[in-house]
């Protein structure tokens, strides 16, 4: 049988085969780095004021729940009111240039505007209260915030790291009274019973399905 | 009993079995033809696109600076006020979602409401957030500061005084707000010499004028229909229209179901000139025009007196009326002269109606002839006696009586201020256009349909600066103090002598429960007169009824496209009215659907296209106000101040073209189908019925089966009143977007419920039968096994869902589905530009994208809601807790849903009635949505057909 190209056409069509590739490349390369949102994780976002978590939980001991104070009771944790900040930095660096956008924002009435660093998807409906009445520690999620001078988004947030734990919810779960706590869990024999309960509440099923994250 | 007749249709076009039907859906070819080179251009494009994917932009978190620790960002609160329409208020729950008003509930304290709600009180987040509401005040067409208007208003009322306030006017529409009505005082004490008018378009005149005959005083009658066995309504939709509506399906629906007791569903004979929702749940309807009826209920008021009828269901009416004495009840519409509302009060009284299934009270707002008080004031203003007219409100220059010439009146008022949501007719005319503040906006108070006072509270401050009747009215009356929450709370402390701490627990209770208590007008004692009554003779030409749109009523709500998208519950038109005309009548003209008709009435002639509709009384043309602008045809021109619901004598002739109707339910055949089962009551309690149910077959595979809740709906079309408050509510709740005129004649509707309408029997005298469609939810989902990606999936709780953020836009899932509830983005319908739209949606809701399928999910956001709340709290979910949109906003409560895991539940025990039946069970679909049986009360002494 005769040949149906000849060679200078092979290459021609090696060639375009090979950009097509490169442009298929190219595109997976873009949407799998966009997918993972702005900021990538392990990067610190640029934000008004250098603030670390580091300081205030790891050193000052500061409970979540003062500043991210609906945190128990809906979807969103909440990030404090200029005033909140200023129940302590009205005496403490009271005139520290890192604060000033604090202090503008206190005397002018204007909201500060922080970036945000976990950010989800629009069809992903997460729920922060749900998840601390279950005994998800914040820490599971977020990291050891306590040893971050600057905030970073430690876990991909990708659906698949969200299934991991929802398809084996048993090693990331601890009592309730060390929800908040940045150490690492302990399971003690009094807690186990209510973790098992907990656990049972919602059958395995449920954790999985596609309309307990999205609608 | 013989099986049910399989004989539902939907149009008298409908083509017939086995004709080559093609739908609508078919008549439209794909209008994107592109050339060779511009295929090659967009292929291009997109590679280049596609490679230059950008990420999402960094989102900010902006907290509070000051916090109070409310609103909990993420938890959405409810605030209780009211909403007034139409000179009557129903009382709501507005949900904000961090200070945005997204969504209205009935408030279930509301006398009005009982927690349901009506399609305008769905519409009014729309109207709130509409982009194209007016921003700025206007002289002519220029743009002035609010500032310029007051200091011109202050300038011209110093003048004023001077002489008393002479050739000062105000025009309101009807006043059912206490303080409204004492500013309005205010400002006559202020001016003596100035005068205020009332003008209504879907005025009440011929109620006032009857009572006014036969009780020498205006009075309103507030019915009682959960008391009423037997209800005789003459041209009365008191189930759509006029003060009540809500509550009064409410009460009616209560005694329409099959609840065991004997005689205790009511039955309803309806007598009227169009077809309404009450003629279609009544038991017995008679089609005639105006002078037809008024003829009949002479002939009624004659056999209960004991003269004989030759007409047979005179005859049964009236027995079953006087078998019913102080059980039953005549309600009588707007369109009967007053001589016959006078009779039928006469008539009540004899039948012992009052202090049982009617009771009457002062005026709530109606007090007066808005037609008289109009021709006074336009009669003013062409002699030149007016010189300043403020108008709060409404719309006359579009809506006045064509023989009052109210526009050319306005022109020679050298100042008109004009208070408007929208810049329209009138404001355009006005010498000044003041924009209006939204009832979400602004405090005030309103009366129920009782009589029942509720305090409106804003839930955002104006978002364009508007200005409330409140304010402008202080502004004429000179009051010093401008704070609106301080003036409404100054006229309930008038009214509550009381002390300080007393009057801010009341204040505070009124709030918070949305109604004031104990603030229900007394009822009044009162005998009516007789009146002579001789009913006219027939009508020799066309008689034209004017009738309320049920979505734009008068045109007020003519540019809200929630309510323009609506289908009309009786033609299942969309962004449209026509020249309704039954069967025999298009007959007569020569006429059929889309053709034009030239109506002629005195000296305005006007052209409308022509819908023929089963059920319309022959010889009458039906024909709904509000529109002509921008859609459908304006029939204002043919109303005249005489002869406000109906022209008689009027010549129409066919007239040249043809116009396209966009409806979203003449698409394809019934095949046989019969989806509403019905059965009689006797029937029923009888246990002699049968439902034609079919029985599923064997399935092959195990059941499966569901641990936790198992979500399922019952939706009883017995009590089911076709008012589409479902779909309106779904639409706002859900983020569902409209698509428009064009694509709605593509069958592109995106309604996740959507009301079915279908006929029984001769098309000249049909039964119109209504059936809410979702998801069915099907137990065996056709559309689960077609979707090649898993975008639609059961989930544990055996709801189908869909998942936008897998659907590829196949369109498979909507093809196999037997109850075509599908909806699919063809193109971006939803709005992601407007600003003030964003603000308005539900958060919880995903926004979708173009090419992505959807449909109704039984609110899951609602079930979501409720689940994570009791599992906080470490318990399950009670019956009730979850609440779909349209199961709240149904006056019927015709709609249940719950856990069918949970015996106890209510749509389990609505669901074991012997009425149960699947639609298309046949399928095996196996839907977890299934509907209770029609029921009927037919009079045995009634042949029909």
């Known amino acids: ?36 949102g702005p900021v990538a994780p392990g990067d610190a976002a640029q934000q008004p004021i250098p603030f670390s978590h580091k300081h205030h939980v790891g050193d000052d001991g500061i409970d979540c729940r003062y500043c991210h104070t609906s945190v128990e009771k809906s979807s969103f944790a909440g990030l404090p009111a200029t005033e909140t900040c200023m129940t302590c930095h009205s005496q403490l660096f009271t005139d520290a240039p890192m604060l000033a956008p604090l202090r503008d924002s ?99 099923r449920r954790r999985e399905d596609c309309s307990t994250c999205h609608r | 009993m013989p099986p049910v007749s399989r004989a539902l249709w939907r149009s008298v076009d409908e083509p017939a079995a086995g004709s080559d039907g093609h739908g609508p859906h078919d008549a439209h070819p794909l209008e994107f033809s592109p050339s060779r080179r511009d295929f090659m251009r967009l292929a291009a494009a997109s590679l280049a696109l596609a490679g230059a994917g950008c990420s999402p932009p960094a989102e900010e978190i902006t907290p509070y600076v000051k916090s109070d620790g409310e609103p909990v960002p993420g938890v959405p609160r409810y605030f209780a006020t009211a909403m007034s329409l139409g000179g009557a208020a129903i009382g709501v729950l507005a949900r904000s979602d961090m200070g945005r008003p997204t969504k209205i509930e009935g408030n279930p304290t509301h006398p009005s409401s009982l927690g349901a709600t009506d399609v305008w009180a769905q519409a009014a987040v729309l109207e709130l957030w509409d982009p194209r509401r007016s921003q700025t005040v206007r002289r002519g067409a220029l743009p002035m500061s609010r500032e310029a208007f007051f200091s011109a208003l202050g300038a011209r009322l110093e003048r004023l005084r001077a002489r008393g306030g002479e050739g000062l006017r105000v025009l309101t529409r009807y006043v059912d707000s206490p303080t409204l009505e004492a500013q309005l005082r205010a400002v006559l004490e202020r001016f ?38 037997v209800v005789v309504a003459l041209d009365a939709d008191f189930l759509r229209e006029g003060p009540g509506r809500v509550r009064y399906a409410r009460d009616f629906a209560a005694r329409r179901r099959a609840d065991g007791r004997a005689g205790a569903m009511s039955r309803v004979y309806a007598i009227e000139s169009r077809p309404t929702l009450a003629g279609a749940m009544a038991d ?27 007409d047979p269901r005179v005859r049964a009416a009236a027995a079953d009326l ?28 004899a039948l012992g109606a009052p202090g049982q299934t009617l009771q009457y009270i002062a005026p709530v707002a109606a007090a007066e002839s808005c037609t008289a008080s109009l021709r006074e004031l336009t009669g003013d203003m062409h ?64 009366r129920a349909h009782d009589g029942t006072a509720s305090v409106v509270q804003p839930l955002i401050a104006p978002l364009y600066g508007g200005t409330s009747p409140h304010a402008l009215l202080a502004a004429v009356a000179g009051e010093p103090d401008a704070d609106g929450h301080r003036r409404v709370r100054r006229t309930w402390t008038l009214r509550q002598a009381q002390g300080e701490r007393e009057f801010e627990n009341f204040w505070r209770d009124s709030l918070r429960e949305g109604v004031v208590r104990g603030s229900a007008a007394a009822p009044v004692s009162a005998r009516p007169r007789g009146v002579p009554y001789s009913p006219p003779a027939g009508p020799a030409g066309w008689s034209v009824r004017f009738v309320e749109d049920a979505s734009v009523r008068d045109g007020e709500f003519a540019a809200n496209a929630w309510l323009q998208e609506l289908p009309r519950p009786d033609s299942k038109l969309t962004w449209d009215n026509a020249a309704l005309l039954a069967p025999g009548s298009a007959a007569v003209l020569g006429v059929r659907t889309g053709d034009l008709v030239e109506i002629e009435a005195g000296a305005a002639r006007v052209r409308a296209p022509v819908w023929v509709l089963p059920g319309q009384a022959e010889g009458a043309i039906a024909i ?53 089962r019905r059965a009689a009551i006797a029937d029923f309690e009888a246990g002699d019925f049968d439902l034609g149910k079919e029985q599923p077959e064997e399935s092959l595979y195990p059941e499966w089966r569901y641990e936790g809740y198992r979500w399922g709906m019952a939706i009883d079309l017995g009590a089911c009143i076709g008012c589409n408050a479902c779909t309106i509510a779904c639409q706002a709740e859900n983020n569902i977007p409209t698509v428009g005129k064009d694509q709605v004649a593509r069958g592109r509707e995106m309604h996740w419920i959507r009301v079915d309408r279908y006929y029984e029997g001769d098309a000249a005298a049909p039964r119109t039968l209504f059936q809410p469609v979702p998801c069915m939810q099907c137990e065996n989902a056709p559309c689960e096994e077609v979707c090649p990606v898993g975008a639609t999936v059961h989930d544990s709780e055996g709801v189908n869902v869909q998942v936008y953020n897998r659907c590829v836009g196949t369109r498979f899932c909507s093809n196999n589905c037997p109850y075509k509830v599908r909806r699919f983005n063809f193109l971006q319908f939803a709005d992601r530009e407007s600003e003030s739209l964003k603000a308005m949606r539900n958060p919880e809701v995903t926004v979708r994208m173009r090419g992505v399928m959807e449909k109704c999910n039984y609110c899951l956001q609602r079930i979501t809601r409720a689940r994570i709340e009791t599992e906080r709290e470490g318990r399950r979910i009670a019956d009730g807790e979850v609440v779909t949109a349209c199961q709240a906003a149904c006056p019927a409560e015709a709609i249940v849903f719950g856990d069918l895991n949970d015996p106890k539940s209510r749509v389990i025990a609505a669901k074991r009635s012997p009425l149960e039946y699947a639609l298309l069970g046949e399928l095996n679909t196996r839907p977890r949505t299934t509907y209770l049986a029609r029921l009927f009360n037919p009079n045995p002494d009634i042949e029909e057909g």
């Open chain 1, 1 to 36: 049988m005769a040949q149906i190209f000849r060679p200078g056409q092979i290459l021609g069509l090696k060639l375009a085969l090979l950009f097509v590739l490169g442009i298929v490349a190219i595109g997976v390369v873009t949407v799998y780095k966009a997918a993972g």
């Open chain 1, 106 to 204: 206190a005397a002018s009435g204007k909201p500060l505007r922080w970036t945000r660093v976990h950010d989800l998807p629009d069809f992903v409906y997460f729920d922060h209260s749900i998840h601390i009445a279950k005994g998800v520690a914040c820490v599971e999620c977020h990291g050891r915030v306590d040893q971050m001078p600057l905030t970073r988004r430690g876990a991909s947030l990708e659906m698949q790291w969200c299934l991991g734990c929802h398809r084996h919810p048993e090693e990331h779960l601890r009592p309730r009274e060390d929800v908040f706590s940045m150490q690492p869990a302990r399971v003690t024999a009094a807690s186990s019973p209510e973790l098992l309960r907990l656990l049972a509440l919602v059958p395995e």
């Open chain 2, 192 to 229: 003596p010499a100035a005068r205020r008018h009332v003008w209504e378009p879907l005025h009440r005149d011929n109620s006032v004028e009857g009572a006014r005959l036969a009780f020498g005083r205006v009075l309103e009658p507030v019915y009682r229909f959960d008391r009423a066995d």
């Open chain 2, 284 to 310: 017995h309807r008679v089609a005639l025009p105006v002078a037809g009826i008024e003829r009949w209920l002479a002939q009624l008021d004659g056999q209960l007196r004991g003269a004989e009828s030759d």
């Open chain 2, 322 to 349: 006087a078998a019913s004495a102080g059980r039953a009840l005549i309600v009588a519409g707007e369109s009967l002269p007053p001589g016959a509302h006078a009779l039928v009060h006469a008539l009540n009284d």
């Open chain 2, 383 to 446: 002699a030149g006696r007016v010189d300043t007219l403020l108008v709060l409100g409404g719309n006359p220059v579009y809506d006045a009586p064509a023989d009052l010439a109210f526009g050319d009146a306005l022109a020679r008022v050298p100042f008109s201020a004009h208070l408007a949501l929208r810049r329209d007719e009138t404001s355009a005319a006005a010498t000044w256009h003041v924009p209006a503040t939204h009832f979400l906006e602004h405090w005030s108070d309103a």
């Open chain 2, 624 to 676: 709904a106000l509000g529109y002509g602008r921008g859609t459908g045809v304006d029939a204002y021109p043919l109303r005249a101040s005489g002869s406000p619901w109906e022209v008689r004598d009027a010549h129409v002739r066919r007239s040249d073209g043809r116009h396209a109707f966009a409806t979203t339910q003449e698409h394809a055949r019934m095949e046989g189908r019969d989806p509403v």
